[in-house]
C-alpha cells in the first residue's frame, strides 16, 4: 500500500469496527480519504458506530452489501480476527486491490521505530515485559497491538526517540507487505488457529512476515529451543542479525540458562542454581541473574524472560539495568498472577488457562503441594492428558463449571483422595467463592492454592478476565 497520507479524495473500507477498526477509519478521515466502515454486527451491537457518524464517516452495519468493494476502492483495511474467505475480502482479492491490517498501516505512519512480538504462546507476558524494561531504562516505551492500544493510535502519538512495543498475532501479520520492525521476536510455533489459516503451512508463513522485509541492520530474536524457529534460522530466509535464545542448551552467541533446564519436559528439575547469562560475539560471558530470582515462575517465564533481554540487549539497554525490573515485574493479570497470601498459603490466578496444555504449564511452574480450582465449558474432552500432573503435583484438587465431573474423575483416577466438586449454582460468583473456601480449608503453610480452569470460561461467566478477578476478590476476602 501507498503511505496513508497519499489516499486523500481514496476510497477506503474498513471491515470490522473494534478499537483498531475505529483508529483506523478516524486515521484515513483525518488524512481526508473517503472512508467506509462495514461490520457484520447489527447496528446496536456496535457502539462505535455513532461516534464515527459524528464525523461524517460512512457506516454499514448489518452484513455485507453489493456495491461495498468496487473499482473505485483503493485500498482495504481488515479487522484481523476477519477470515481471507470473507465474501468483500475476496473481492478485494480479486480486483487487485492492497487489502492489510493495521499493522501496515501504522509502521507506515510511524516516526517510532517497532519491537514487533509474535509467537503461539507468551506474548503478552513478553511484550509487558519488556516495556518494564525499556521504562526502567528510561526508554520511554508504547504498548501496542494486541495489548490494547491500537498500533495506529500508537503510531500518531509516538515520536522519533520512543519504541512502539507491538504484541503481533499471525492474523494481524498475514496482512503485511512492508512491515518491517527493527527488533522481532518469535517465541514459538505450535499448531494452532487453523481453522483461520486452513494449515500450518500458512500459519507459520504470516508469521515469518514479521522477519520479511528486515535487513542486516535490524535484529531477530528467536527460540533455539523451538524447532519452527530453529527452521528458520537455519534457512537462510532471515536477513536480520540473529540474536538466539535457549533455556535447553548453552549458546555460543545468545541469552540462555546455565546449567541448562533438561530438555524432556515432563523431566524432573534438580535444585541445582542456574543463571540467566548473555553470551556476546567476543565468547565472553555475562550473568545476569539467577533464574529463582525472577519475578514469575516456571520455565515457560523464564523463556519469556530471555526473550525481553533480547529485545533490550537489541534496542542498546545496559545490561547491569535489567536485572532489578526482572525480578519486579510480577506478570500479566490471569497469567500465573500472584494475587496474594493468607496463612502461608499462597494463591495464584491462572484464568487464562483455557485448555489442559495451559494448566500443564502452570502446574510445572511450581514444585508440589497444589490445591488446584479447574472446570467450565464442556468442550467434550476427557481431560487425561492431566492425569500424570495430578499424581505427581496436586495435592488436592476443587472442580466446578460443567466439567467438574471430568475433572474430578481424573484426580480419582490420579489417586489423588481430597476431591471437592462444587454443585452449579444460579449465581456462578457464589460458586466460585465457594471453591476458594473449599481450597483455602485444605491448604496448610507452604501450599499453593492455583486458579488454573483447563476449560473456557463461557459455562458460568463473559470471559476468564471476570473468573479471574472474582477469584483474587475471593481470596482476598478470606
Not at 483506523?24 to 464515527?52: M, S, W, Y
Not at 547491569?320 to 497469567?335: D, Q, T, Y
Given at each position: 500500500m501507498k503511505h496513508p497520507s497519499q489516499y486523500k479524495n481514496q476510497h477506503v473500507v474498513v471491515l470490522g469496527l473494534a478499537k483498531s477498526g475505529v483508529s483506523v477509519a478516524k486515521l484515513f478521515h483525518k488524512l481526508g480519504a473517503i472512508v467506509t466502515v462495514?461490520?457484520?454486527?447489527?447496528?446496536?451491537?456496535?457502539?462505535?458506530?455513532?461516534?464515527?457518524?459524528?464525523l461524517g464517516v460512512s457506516v454499514i452495519c448489518g452484513g455485507h452489501p453489493d456495491g461495498l468493494i468496487t473499482e473505485e476502492t483503493s485500498l482495504v483495511v481488515k479487522n484481523p480476527g476477519i477470515p481471507y474467505t470473507s465474501p468483500p475480502v475476496r473481492q478485494a482479492v480479486e480486483l487487485g486491490l492492497d487489502v492489510v491490517t493495521e499493522v501496515e498501516v501504522a509502521y507506515l505512519l510511524s516516526p517510532a521505530p517497532i519491537i514487533?512480538?509474535?509467537?503461539?504462546?507468551?506474548?503478552?507476558?513478553?511484550?509487558?515485559?519488556?516495556?518494564?524494561?525499556?521504562?526502567?531504562?528510561?526508554?520511554?516505551?508504547?504498548?501496542?497491538?494486541?495489548?490494547?492500544?491500537?498500533l495506529c493510535e500508537a503510531a500518531q502519538t509516538a515520536s522519533a526517540d520512543q519504541w512502539i512495543v507491538a504484541e503481533l498475532s499471525s492474523f494481524q501479520l498475514k496482512g503485511t507487505q512492508q512491515f518491517r520492525p527493527r527488533v522481532s521476536l518469535l517465541l514459538n510455533v505450535v499448531e494452532t488457529h487453523l481453522d483461520y489459516h486452513g494449515g500450518m503451512d500458512d500459519y507459520i508463513a504470516s508469521k515469518a512476515n514479521l522477519f520479511a522485509n528486515q535487513t542486516d541492520e535490524d535484529t531477530a530474536v528467536l527460540n533455539a529451543d523451538d524447532s519452527v524457529c530453529l527452521?528458520?534460522?537455519?534457512?537462510?530466509?532471515?536477513k536480520a542479525s540473529i540474536l538466539p535464545f535457549s533455556t535447553t542448551k548453552p549458546l555460543a552467541y545468545g541469552i540462555c540458562i546455565e546449567p541448562p533446564f533438561p530438555e524432556d519436559l515432563s523431566a524432573p528439575t534438580d535444585e541445582e542454581e542456574r543463571y540467566i547469562v548473555w553470551r556476546d560475539r567476543e565468547g565472553i560471558t555475562h550473568s545476569i541473574l539467577p533464574v529463582s530470582e525472577l519475578g514469575i515462575p516456571g520455565r515457560h517465564n523464564a523463556a519469556n524472560a530471555l526473550a525481553a533481554i533480547g529485545a533490550c540487549l537489541a534496542v542498546g539497554v545496559d545490561l547491569e539495568s535489567l536485572a532489578a525490573p526482572?525480578?519486579?515485574?510480577?506478570?500479566?493479570?490471569?497469567?500465573?498472577?500472584?494475587?496474594?497470601?493468607?496463612?502461608?498459603?499462597?494463591?495464584?490466578?491462572?484464568?487464562?488457562?483455557?485448555?489442559?496444555?495451559a494448566t500443564i504449564i502452570a502446574l510445572r511452574s511450581f514444585a508440589g503441594n497444589i490445591i488446584l480450582i479447574a472446570g467450565?465449558?464442556?468442550?467434550?474432552?476427557?481431560?487425561?492428558?492431566?492425569?500424570?500432573?495430578?499424581?505427581?503435583?496436586l495435592k488436592a484438587v476443587v472442580a466446578l463449571g460443567e466439567t467438574r465431573n471430568k475433572i474430578a474423575r481424573v484426580a480419582e483416577l490420579a489417586g489423588l483422595t481430597d476431591i471437592r466438586i462444587v454443585e452449579p449454582e444460579e449465581d456462578a460468583e457464589h460458586a466460585l467463592q465457594l471453591a476458594v473456601r473449599e481450597a483455602a480449608s485444605i491448604a496448610k503453610p507452604g501450599d499453593i492454592v492455583l486458579l488454573s480452569p483447563a476449560c473456557a470460561s463461557w459455562d458460568m461467566f463473559k470471559s476468564y478476565e471476570q473468573r479471574g478477578r472474582i477469584f483474587k476478590q475471593s481470596a482476598h476476602k478470606l
Amino acid at each position: 500500500m501507498k503511505h496513508p497520507s497519499q489516499y486523500k479524495n481514496q476510497h477506503v473500507v474498513v471491515l470490522g469496527l473494534a478499537k483498531s477498526g475505529v483508529s483506523v477509519a478516524k486515521l484515513f478521515h483525518k488524512l481526508g480519504a473517503i472512508v467506509t466502515v462495514n461490520d457484520q454486527k447489527e447496528r446496536h451491537l456496535c457502539p462505535e458506530a455513532d461516534e464515527l457518524d459524528a464525523l461524517g464517516v460512512s457506516v454499514i452495519c448489518g452484513g455485507h452489501p453489493d456495491g461495498l468493494i468496487t473499482e473505485e476502492t483503493s485500498l482495504v483495511v481488515k479487522n484481523p480476527g476477519i477470515p481471507y474467505t470473507s465474501p468483500p475480502v475476496r473481492q478485494a482479492v480479486e480486483l487487485g486491490l492492497d487489502v492489510v491490517t493495521e499493522v501496515e498501516v501504522a509502521y507506515l505512519l510511524s516516526p517510532a521505530p517497532i519491537i514487533g512480538i509474535t509467537g503461539s504462546n507468551g506474548k503478552t507476558t513478553t511484550t509487558t515485559w519488556i516495556g518494564d524494561l525499556l521504562e526502567a531504562a528510561h526508554c520511554n516505551p508504547i504498548l501496542a497491538g494486541n495489548i490494547g492500544t491500537p498500533l495506529c493510535e500508537a503510531a500518531q502519538t509516538a515520536s522519533a526517540d520512543q519504541w512502539i512495543v507491538a504484541e503481533l498475532s499471525s492474523f494481524q501479520l498475514k496482512g503485511t507487505q512492508q512491515f518491517r520492525p527493527r527488533v522481532s521476536l518469535l517465541l514459538n510455533v505450535v499448531e494452532t488457529h487453523l481453522d483461520y489459516h486452513g494449515g500450518m503451512d500458512d500459519y507459520i508463513a504470516s508469521k515469518a512476515n514479521l522477519f520479511a522485509n528486515q535487513t542486516d541492520e535490524d535484529t531477530a530474536v528467536l527460540n533455539a529451543d523451538d524447532s519452527v524457529c530453529l527452521a528458520m534460522m537455519e534457512s537462510g530466509m532471515i536477513k536480520a542479525s540473529i540474536l538466539p535464545f535457549s533455556t535447553t542448551k548453552p549458546l555460543a552467541y545468545g541469552i540462555c540458562i546455565e546449567p541448562p533446564f533438561p530438555e524432556d519436559l515432563s523431566a524432573p528439575t534438580d535444585e541445582e542454581e542456574r543463571y540467566i547469562v548473555w553470551r556476546d560475539r567476543e565468547g565472553i560471558t555475562h550473568s545476569i541473574l539467577p533464574v529463582s530470582e525472577l519475578g514469575i515462575p516456571g520455565r515457560h517465564n523464564a523463556a519469556n524472560a530471555l526473550a525481553a533481554i533480547g529485545a533490550c540487549l537489541a534496542v542498546g539497554v545496559d545490561l547491569e539495568s535489567l536485572a532489578a525490573p526482572l525480578r519486579e515485574f510480577k506478570g500479566v493479570e490471569h497469567r500465573l498472577e500472584y494475587v496474594c497470601e493468607h496463612d502461608g498459603v499462597t494463591y495464584y490466578n491462572n484464568s487464562k488457562a483455557t485448555n489442559p496444555t495451559a494448566t500443564i504449564i502452570a502446574l510445572r511452574s511450581f514444585a508440589g503441594n497444589i490445591i488446584l480450582i479447574a472446570g467450565g465449558l464442556d468442550r467434550g474432552s476427557d481431560y487425561m492428558e492431566l492425569l500424570p500432573h495430578f499424581r505427581d503435583q496436586l495435592k488436592a484438587v476443587v472442580a466446578l463449571g460443567e466439567t467438574r465431573n471430568k475433572i474430578a474423575r481424573v484426580a480419582e483416577l490420579a489417586g489423588l483422595t481430597d476431591i471437592r466438586i462444587v454443585e452449579p449454582e444460579e449465581d456462578a460468583e457464589h460458586a466460585l467463592q465457594l471453591a476458594v473456601r473449599e481450597a483455602a480449608s485444605i491448604a496448610k503453610p507452604g501450599d499453593i492454592v492455583l486458579l488454573s480452569p483447563a476449560c473456557a470460561s463461557w459455562d458460568m461467566f463473559k470471559s476468564y478476565e471476570q473468573r479471574g478477578r472474582i477469584f483474587k476478590q475471593s481470596a482476598h476476602k478470606l
